[in-house]
């Protein structure tokens, strides 16, 4: 396309057609014609930074605006669509090309349609989405120049990290202060940010600081396992900016400059007694950057963050991000991990492995090969370990659910001789704990034999003695005793029995008659 504006700005500075005609790559005849039509239309240098080229091609040949049935480009939809993901100049040129094609109308080729699409956009908007698409991408970084708070005992000096934050479409930007650099304020920074912004760009681009990025080779990013998650839980992805290379984060570099002259050499000469102090502070000087406005195009930061960019950053989670711990520990015999002198139960199958444990300010979650194996509630302070029965090896499970009730529920259940005998177990010893291994092991006998089996056991050694011990009954068992049917079975057996064991009629051939 010929450039009118170039060749109108030569002949106001005296050059001639043969030296105009070189610069703009056009011939002598062109240059001629365009002075003519110039003289004939009456326009001349200076003219307005909004008269674009094609404007001046409608002034001089306005038959050739409508001929041959030329549709324009719709400017506002392409302004619109340009705003999502993936989508170009190009393929928006494409897309307009067919549909003239399938109205047969001539297209405008592809740099005319850009000429009109960015003169419209200089006309209308404060920001062009040429490079940037709004809500795509959010810079963050740590200002190299520091301010400082005073203890109020002391008036000893500590310094105070800036985190900046820019938007790279609307440049719209967060500045906050904390006590230093690690990864816990990394963290609350960002999720600060989120809020201020309410909402999540779909990239994150930060330096590569420790806090962030454990390594960035050439083939593959290996990022900060709790600064994965909180990407994560904000539903965004982080691409680090590459080493040494600073153009890949310009807004926030830009910002970053910007910021350390209005707010933090604007607060060199105050004095800070608390980091909520200086927030305020700072909070105030950051709205006054926002405002100020651009001064190459119309519009703020602020102006232009809220027409054109926050409508299209993701929307927050429910819950803010908790920010965890992670470590590692060898599982120990007891199945514990230590977590603050305080102890947590896993499964005993990982004795011996070395497992992972996450845990926030709520809960702990201990994880074997990437799969979440146990959770508890975190305790504070000295508490008793927390065990849980799943985690504990079937014999430790039967040991700690023994006791009276346990023991005495089970033998109703086999039957009343069975009952009567672990009563009897019971009561024999000075200490209840005494007998639980004497009750244990009749449990036992049942898994081995039958329920029956040590109900009719145990009826027989009632019959022998109202205190039978364990071993009486692991005898008639042995010997299959409880096998042979008595005639008439004890009704109702008591151990209150001051004599001991008493031969009846039946032992001398008595009889219920004589």
């Not at 001639?16 to 110039?38: D, F």
């Not at 005319?112 to 970084?141: H, W």
């Not at 934050?165 to 500045?175: M, Q």
Request: aromatic share 12%; glycine share 4%.
């Amino acid at each position: 396309m010929i450039n009118y504006r170039e060749i109108l700005k030569l002949r106001s500075q005296n050059y001639s057609q043969r030296q105009v005609a070189a610069c703009v790559h056009s011939s002598r005849q062109t240059v001629s014609e365009v002075y003519a039509l110039a003289e004939k239309t009456g326009i001349s240098w200076p003219l307005s930074d909004e008269i674009s080229n094609v404007d001046i091609g409608n002034i001089f040949y306005p038959e050739k605006a409508f001929e041959n049935g030329r549709k324009m480009p719709d400017c506002s939809y392409i302004h619109k669509e340009l705003a999502k993901s993936g989508v170009t100049l190009t393929l928006l040129w494409s897309e307009y090309y067919e549909q003239c094609l399938t109205e047969k109308k001539v297209p405008y080729q592809y740099t005319q349609f850009c000429d009109y699409y960015r003169s419209f956009a200089n006309k209308t908007k404060a920001t062009m989405r040429i490079k940037r698409k709004p809500g795509e991408l959010l810079e963050v970084d740590w200002a190299g120049k520091t301010l400082f708070v005073y203890d109020g005992i002391n008036s000893e000096p500590m310094p105070a990290y800036v985190f900046v934050a820019s938007l790279s479409c609307s440049l719209y930007g967060y500045a906050e202060a904390f006590p230093s650099m690690t990864m816990e304020h990394w963290i609350n920074a960002h999720i600060h940010m989120f809020n201020y912004y309410d909402g999540v760009t779909r990239i994150l681009v930060p330096d590569n600081l420790k806090t962030g990025v454990i390594s960035h080779g050439k083939t593959e990013v290996k990022l900060n396992r709790v600064y994965q998650e909180m990407a994560e839980h904000y539903n965004t992805a982080v691409i680090p900016a590459r080493p040494l290379a600073p153009k890949d984060k310009p807004s926030a570099e830009g910002t970053v400059g910007v910021i350390s002259t209005w707010i933090i050499a604007a607060l060199r000469n105050e004095k800070f007694f608390s980091f909520s102090e200086l927030n305020e502070a700072i909070k105030g000087k950051l709205l006054e950057f926002n405002r100020k406005d651009f001064q190459k195009k119309k519009g703020s930061r602020l102006s232009a963050f809220e027409e054109e960019e926050k409508s299209f950053l993701q929307a927050l989670p429910a819950l803010p991000f908790e920010m965890a711990v992670w470590a590692t520990a060898k599982i120990l015999y007891d199945y514990l991990i230590t977590v603050d002198k305080n102890k947590y139960s896993v499964p005993y199958e990982f004795i011996g492995h070395i497992v992972e444990i996450r845990y926030t300010t709520k809960t702990i979650e201990v994880f074997f090969q990437n799969n979440r194996i146990a959770s508890h509630i975190r305790r504070y302070g000295f508490c008793d370990p927390q065990i849980l029965s799943e985690h504990m090896p079937e014999n430790h499970r039967q040991y700690l659910s023994w006791n009276k009730e346990a023991f005495l529920e089970w033998a109703e259940k086999v039957g009343k001789s069975t009952l009567i005998v672990m009563k009897a177990f019971i009561t024999s010893v000075k200490v209840e704990q005494q007998s639980y291994k004497s009750c244990g092991a009749l449990m036992k006998l049942a898994d081995r034999c039958s329920v029956i089996r040590i109900e009719d056991a145990c009826f027989r050694a009632l019959n022998y003695t109202p205190s039978p011990s364990l071993k009486n009954i692991q005898t008639i068992l042995k010997t299959g005793q409880d096998k042979i049917k008595p005639d008439n079975r004890l009704k109702n057996p008591s151990p209150s029995n001051n004599y001991g064991f008493t031969r009846g009629k039946e032992h001398f051939g008595g009889n219920n008659n004589d």
